[in-house]
């Protein structure tokens, strides 16, 4: 199996407050994460890839200060969106690929950001 | 540049029925690999099927099965037997050569009809 985590699921927070995601690999260790977010009726858009015990390496446009992604271990990574603003309200997906393989991607379920 | 097209903004079929879901792709690499994933309204994204650049021989996983023809540079996904639960967006992506990243299709909306 392949299977990766996520939480919450759902998450409504004040503007200017932070809100922590975590994505975790349950049962195989990810060389890689990613974090990607996904605007209503579109693709998904990458926002950063995340390698454990390096800095995450962020695409083009996204703020960094504003986005932390902390990779503690091989099987867990976190997003922290700072300062949260309703142009952040989105559904962000984090995905981990296996250590071998053709490194396919295996997505969690999401997350549905809110701010108020 | 790496380019993956959907052209197909949705599709709609009878159950029972097969249906094929065009991908085609822009790239330079000799070595890439191709992917479709499906997301149903729940938002989580399923992998389905896998195709690398130098595998000779079209993919299939259960009912899903890739017709991958590298000269013309597309990666069909072909369902056959539709379900009702087949209903979801699905969307074609690439992992360019010497990369892990994957590059997304603006993906298509299937809709199976009883």
């Known amino acids: 199996g392949a299977v990766v985590s996520q939480h919450p699921s759902r998450v409504i927070c004040k503007s200017g407050t932070s809100v922590k995601i975590e994505c975790r690999s349950l049962?195989?260790?990810?060389?890689?994460m990613f974090w990607y977010r996904q605007f209503p009726k579109q693709s998904l858009m990458l926002m950063a890839t995340?390698?454990?015990?390096?800095?995450?390496?962020?695409e083009q446009g996204v703020e960094k200060d504003k986005f932390l992604i902390n990779h503690a271990s091989l099987t867990l990574s976190t997003l922290t969106v700072t300062s949260a603003h309703p142009e952040d309200s989105s559904f962000y997906i984090c995905?981990?690929?296996?250590?071998?393989?053709?490194?396919?991607?295996?997505f969690g379920p999401g997350t549905r950001l809110t701010v108020t | 540049a790496q380019k993956i097209t959907q052209t197909q903004p949705g599709m709609f079929v009878q159950e029972k029925e097969a249906v094929t879901l065009d991908c085609t792709y822009d790239?330079?690499?000799?070595?890439?690999?191709l992917f479709w994933y499906k997301q149903p309204s729940s938002g989580e994204m399923i992998f389905l099927i896998y195709?690398?650049?130098?595998?000779?021989q079209n993919a299939t996983e259960g009912r899903y099965s890739l017709n991958f023809q590298k000269a013309r540079k597309s990666a069909n996904l072909v369902i056959s037997a539709s379900q009702l639960g087949d209903s979801a967006m699905y969307f074609c992506?690439?992992?360019?050569?010497?990369?892990?990243?994957?590059?997304f299709g603006k993906g298509m909306k299937l809709t199976v009809n009883p």
């Open positions: 995905s981990a690929s296996k250590l071998a393989g053709p490194y396919e991607q295996y």
């Open positions: 049962d195989f260790q990810a060389t890689t």
């Open positions: 995340s390698n454990e015990g390096s800095k995450a390496t962020y």
């Open positions: 790239t330079s690499d000799q070595s890439y690999g």
């Open positions: 195709q690398g650049s130098y595998d000779e």
């Open positions: 992506a690439m992992r360019p050569g010497g990369s892990e990243k994957l590059v």
